[in-house]
């Protein structure tokens, strides 16, 4: 059974840091993309970043103060997020992507930026 499961959300002021977790288990991990998307109120879901063996890949908004990786290691993948703003306020989901199989998405996890 295939489960991803977000962690590390939460409130943070206008400047902080946050970093999320998403545990992967039921799928071979490290063969797949990872990535973050975020949907924020009213708003479509969209891509925050991915990384595969070859590299990361970052929405506009959020390079160089996002950083994504992972842990094959440990079936992880991490989102550290800086100088957080409020339009960074979304809900945050882990997903994993192979052409072989698909799409998985976890539950997600709320983002709140905000003073």
């Known amino acids: 059974q295939v489960q991803l499961v977000e962690s590390g959300g939460g409130l943070v002021q206008p400047g902080g840091s946050l970093r999320l977790s998403c545990a992967a288990s039921?799928?071979?991990?490290?063969?797949?993309?990872m990535g973050w998307y975020r949907q924020a109120p009213g708003k479509q879901r969209e891509l925050v970043a991915t990384?595969?063996?070859?590299?990361?890949n970052y929405a506009d908004s959020v390079k160089g103060r996002f950083t994504i990786s992972r842990d094959n290691a440990k079936n992880t993948v991490y989102l550290q997020m800086n100088s957080l703003k409020p339009e960074d306020t979304a809900v945050y989901y882990c997903?994993?992507?192979?052409?072989?199989?698909?799409?998985?998405w976890g539950q997600g996890t709320q983002v709140t930026v905000s003073s």
């Open positions: 997903n994993a992507h192979w052409a072989g199989a698909g799409d998985y």
């Open positions: 039921g799928f071979f991990f490290s063969i797949y993309t």
């Open positions: 990384i595969t063996s070859g590299g990361t």
